[in-house]
Every structure is written in C-alpha cells, then in structure tokens.
C-alpha cells in the first residue's frame, strides 16, 4: 500500500462562468504537514470544499486512502476519516462546548461517545474547564480550539485547517500552531490553509500555492517561497 | 452559515436526567391520574375542554420534534392534522372501524405524508421550507373539498357508537382518555428524542447544517426521521377530531387556528424542550377554551396573536427560556 494518503487529481470547480480551480493535482503522504497557500480568491476554500463534499467538484477526482471520494457526502467523508475546520468557527450555539464534541463522537463511529471521550477531546486542546459553557461564552482562540476539538474527535487521517490562525494574537497563533504539532505527532496529516506566514512556513513540511484557480508550485517551503512566481502573486510586479 | 428561524436556548450544566424507562412511567403515572381526576368530575364539559386542550398537546409536541429539534418551521401542521381527521373518515366508512384502529392507521398516512414532504422539500430551508408546508396544506385540502368519499365540501358526520368501550360512562370519556394516553405518549416519544442521539443530531443540524454534516452527522437522514415522526404524531393529534364534534368539514379541519396555534404553542413554551410545547399548548388552549366559553370563539386567534406577540418580545426562549435564565 501506498504512503500517499490523499490525491488530487485534475481538479476543477466552475461558478457559472468563473473557474475557481482548474486542473490542481496534488499528492499528501501520510503523516505530512503541507501548507496550502495563496492570494484571497485562489481557490483555496473551494479546493477545501470540494475535498469535503461541500461542493461537488465539475472535473477531476479526489482518491482518499486509495479509494475514490466521488459520490459521497461529506458526512460519509468525515466517518472514513477526513475531518476539516471552517475558516470562521462554527459551532453548535445551541449545545454545550462538551456536546459540541459529542456531535463527531456520536455520528463519527470511530469512537466511543461517552462523555469520557468528550472531554478527552476537550483536554487535547485545553477546553476541559469549560466544558459545560455555551459557545458564546468563548474567546476566539477557544473557538478555534473547539473546532480543532470537534474535527478530532472524528479521530481523522487527514485534518484540513482552513485559516486556523486568523485574527489571533502572536501567543494565540503560538498555541494553536503548539496544537497542530501534537496532532501531527499523533500520526494526523494536516493540511494548513493559512494567511499568517509565520506560522504556515514554522508548520508545513511542504507549501503548495493556488493562484486564480491553479497549482503555481509545490515543493520544500524555502524553495516555494524563493520562487518569482509565488512572489509576484503575493506582491504583484 | 444557516441560520436556525428560532433561536436555539442556551443550556446550562447538565443536570442528573430520569432514564427513558422513568421517565416513561412517570408519563403513564401522570396520564392516569389526570384520567381517573377527570372520571372523577364526570362532567362532559370537563372532558370536552380536556380534549380540546390535550390534542393541542400532542400538535405542538409533534410539531416542535421539526420545528424545535431541527430548526425546520412548519407553517402546514393544519395540513397533517387534517389528514389524521380525514383517515378516521375515510376508514371508518369503508371498514367500519373503531378509533383506536383509526388513530394507528392515521399514524401511517401521517408518517407517510411526513416523509413525502421531507422527500420534497430536502434542499429547503428557512422560509422556502416554511412556504413549501404551507403549499401542502393548501394542496391537500383541495384535494379533501375534491373527494366526495369523506364528504367533499359539505363535510361529514361522524356518530359515536352507542356501546361506550372500556366501562367509561360516556363516549365523551373514553375519547378524552384516549386524547390523554396519546398526550402523555407525544410527551414521552418527544422526550426520549431530545436526550437521545437523534436529539444530539437534530440539535446540531439545527445550529449549522454544514457543520453538523462535517462533524459526520447524516442531515438529510435525521430531517427526513424527524418530517416523519412528526407527520405521524400530528395526523394522530387529528385523528380523534370527528369523533369529539361529530362533525368535520375541510375549512375547519384545515383551519389556520390549527396551524397558528401548532407554532406559537411550542414557541410561547420553549422550542428546545418536551416541556415547553406542554406548557404553551395548556397555557394557550385554555385560555381560548375560557375564551370561547366567556366571551366569543372569535377571540381565540386574537387572543393567539397578542400572547405570540408579547412572547417573541418578552422571551424569546419562551417560559422554559424565562426559568433557566433565572436559575
């Protein structure tokens, strides 16, 4: 069996008119830590998206563990074990921070849904002292941390974080970048979409760059982001 | 993000629950007394008003399992309602069957119906769900006005049969403790949802659907049980209505009040408890019955409006949502 986890292949997704992603091929390995970069509007979200089911991508295929993802739904892609964050937090307003956790837990059928394993999931991110809160009663950063909480408690493969670090404080992004690494070193790849640079290059072992829909390059951080292209799509000419 | 039409009540620290079993018991408990409370006035007025009040208990209960639970407002509860009435119509004439018989087999036609529509409007929400359920109200009472079988138009009558099942002094007894078995059940089933991972499930898809599906909840599954369930539970609220008036003709049995009432009941109680339907659906069917007795039928929508209107304001989360802030 192979060690590529996921597989993009040929990847395209059209609104109307508009090409938001065309022709992406991407591979991750298990285990990886890649960054997924690129100028607001570059088709990272979308690219998120369509790997989660949310759209359904017009072109191309996604293979997870070597099984097609055609078809499915995104809940049928979070129980095979692919588990994403929202870009901004979601969380269930109605529940608990704990029955948050309990949502995956109880639908994910990859684990027990006991309470126990809820704050479990609650520990791993630092959340167990507000358990029995309501999610308004959060700060941002323990948003982010509840849907870090809730993605892993599908016990995922593969986490995509879309915009983890978005607004938070340098200490915020320490915490949440401290997260990801034990994540991974748990044997969690991750994929990091992120704007905040410190933290995308400290993270990913690999950076792939969307721009206008497509795959400008893919490689070790320091040579992507030496790279012309990458540059001017940041900084323009 | 999609937006829930009712806003979801903030919860507090979980608190030691009653298990299914004791909770059930004590739903059969409670449904006995109120039976033998109500043998014990012996008065048809008391069991016509109890009747009334707890029909209106098993329509909010089933209507907020959707409209509560799941965050779907159902503006065609009068739709199923009157489709439980229509089932007892129709079955009783071709196959001169009793009530009880009626009231499981309205449950079927009532489910089936729930899960049609759910079928049907899977991809809405919001509004466009809201005035889906009102079309099938519409649709289905053209189709009862069209059916000369039940009556068409003109309606049909419905006689209670000499022989009083059970040893209840009059049929009006039986029907009101049959009404009161169905409520304490409607109570029970909805209950047992709320605190079970179905409840978990529908909670979330309430919240953010998209994130309830990325958190490996089957939304469209969970909506189509729950348009089921409460298709079912609303047609058994209805079923025993030509029986309690002898009488039913599609521009009552299709009435607004029926479909007002089904959603300011769970509303002025609270949406995100067994217990606010409960509360609404008493509070409010007996202030109508008071009304109707004191001063004119006529009042009873007014007196819906003004109550809906105070509560939207006042208590957004309804009396449940007034108690647990204060706790």
């Not at chain 1, 690219?47 to 078809?71: I, M, V, Y």
């Not at chain 1, 949440?176 to 072992?205: K, P």
């Not at chain 2, 209507?63 to 009435?85: E, S, T």
């Amino acid at each position: 069996m192979s060690d590529v986890v996921l597989r993009a292949h040929a990847v395209g997704k059209r609104f109307g008119g508009f090409t938001a992603l065309s022709g992406i091929d991407l591979e991750v390995r298990a285990g990886e830590r890649l960054g997924l970069i690129g100028p607001n509007g570059s088709g990272k979200s979308t690219f998120t998206n369509c790997l989660a089911g949310a759209f359904a991508n017009h072109d191309g295929c996604f293979t997870f563990k070597e099984a097609p993802l055609a078809g499915l739904k995104p809940h049928q892609r979070a129980r095979q074990g692919l588990a994403r964050t929202f870009q901004l937090p979601r969380p269930f307003r109605g529940l608990t921070v704990a029955e948050n956790v309990r949502v995956p837990l109880s639908f994910g059928g990859r684990g027990a849904a006991t309470m126990e394993a809820a704050m479990a999931c609650l520990e791993s991110v630092d959340l167990a002292g507000k358990a029995h809160r309501m999610p308004k009663d959060l700060t941002q950063v323990e948003l982010r941390r509840l849907e870090l909480a809730r993605a892993t408690a599908l016990q995922p493969e593969l986490l995509i974080v879309d915009e983890a670090m978005a607004g938070l404080s340098h200490t915020e992004v320490d915490q949440i970048l401290a997260l990801l690494f034990r994540l991974n070193e748990g044997g969690t790849t991750i994929i990091m979409i992120e704007h905040v640079m410190r933290a995308v290059t400290e993270f990913s072992q690999r950076l792939a760059v969307l721009v206008a829909g497509r795959k400008i390059a893919d490689g070790p951080p320091a040579d992507v982001l030496a790279l012309p292209a990458v540059e001017e799509a940041y900084l323009g000419r | 993000m999609s937006e829930a039409i009712i806003p979801a009540l903030p919860t507090q620290a979980p608190r030691r629950r009653l298990g299914h079993a004791g909770f059930w018991l004590a739903a059969t408990a409670a449904a006995a007394i109120l039976i033998l409370a109500l043998r014990g006035m012996g008065s048809e007025y008391a069991y016509f008003a109890a009747t009334f009040v707890l029909q209106y208990v098993v329509l909010a209960t089933a209507w907020n399992i959707l409209g509560g639970y799941a965050g779907y407002v159902n503006f065609g509860a009068a739709a199923f309602f009157a489709a439980g009435a229509y089932t007892t119509v129709a079955v009783s004439k071709a196959f001169g069957l009793s009530l009880l018989p009626c009231i499981g087999i309205a449950a079927l036609v009532g489910g089936a119906l729930g899960l049609g529509t759910g079928i049907l409007t899977l991809r809405l929400r919001g509004a466009y769900f809201a005035i889906a359920t009102l079309c099938l109200s519409v649709v289905l009472q053209t189709f009862i006005v069209n059916w000369s079988y039940v009556g068409g138009s003109r309606g049909a009558y419905i006689l209670r049969p000499r022989d009083v099942p059970l040893g209840f002094d009059s049929y009006g007894g039986y029907l009101c403790a049959v009404v009161v078995v169905l409520a304490a059940a409607a109570i029970a089933i909805a209950r047992s949802i709320e605190v079970s991972r179905l409840g978990l499930g529908l909670a979330a898809l309430r919240d953010d659907e998209a994130a309830a599906e990325a958190a490996g909840v089957p939304t469209l599954r969970l909506k189509l049980i729950a348009t089921s369930i409460s298709g079912a539970m609303m047609a058994v609220a209805g079923a025993p209505l030509p029986y309690l008036g002898s009488y039913i003709e599609p521009a009552s049995a299709f009435g607004l009040s029926y479909a007002v009432n089904a959603i300011a009941m769970p509303l002025i109680g609270g949406t995100a408890s067994w217990a606010g339907p409960l509360i609404g659906a008493v509070l409010l069917a007996s202030l109508q019955q008071a009304a109707t007795v004191t001063i004119s039928s006529a009042a009873n929508l007014l007196i819906v409006g003004v109550v809906l209107v105070v509560f939207v304001c006042v208590a957004p989360h309804g009396i449940i949502g007034l108690f647990r802030r204060r706790r």
